[in-house]
Nanobody, 126 residues
Framework: HVQLRESGPGLVKPSQTLSLTCTVS??????????WTWLRQPPGKELEWLGA???????YYNPSLGTRISISRDTSKNQFTLDLRSVTPEDAAVYVC??????????????????WGQGTQVTVSS
């Protein structure tokens, strides 16, 4: 089976960059027809799709985040990474990496994500 695990800082200062890495085991991030995806859920809010990176390295981003978001990968380590620049307290959330058969959300909720990481809590505070 496929396992995903997030790693990175739990506390980030305002205006700094949040970097989270997802390490995948049980499958290669280059396997055809999968999209490796970042989601987040702020306290009291709905789950938000952030972006994804495809098996060939193509990226897809939520336009609400503007130019702040970037997703990259290291195929030699079977990892993909979220970078979110210029963070504010509005970015505090539980962040989770997951796998999808679709590059962007279809509007059907979480049913399109078959494997999930544990999630990691990120606080933004000085």
């Amino acid at each position: 089976h496929v396992q995903l695990r997030e790693s990175g800082p739990g506390l980030v200062k305002p205006s700094q960059t949040l970097s989270l890495t997802c390490t995948v085991s049980g499958d290669s991030i280059t396997t055809r027809n999968y999209y490796w995806t970042w989601l987040r859920q702020p306290p009291g809010k709905e789950l938000e799709w952030l972006g994804a990176i495809a098996d060939n390295g193509d990226t897809y981003y939520n336009p609400s985040l503007g130019t702040r978001i970037s997703i990259s990968r290291d195929t030699s380590k079977n990892q993909f990474t979220l970078d979110l620049r210029s963070v504010t307290p509005e970015d505090a959330a539980v962040y989770v990496c997951t796998r999808s058969r679709f590059p962007r959300p279809r509007g059907l909720g979480p049913v399109d994500y078959d494997y999930w990481g544990q999630g990691t809590q990120v606080t933004v505070s000085s």
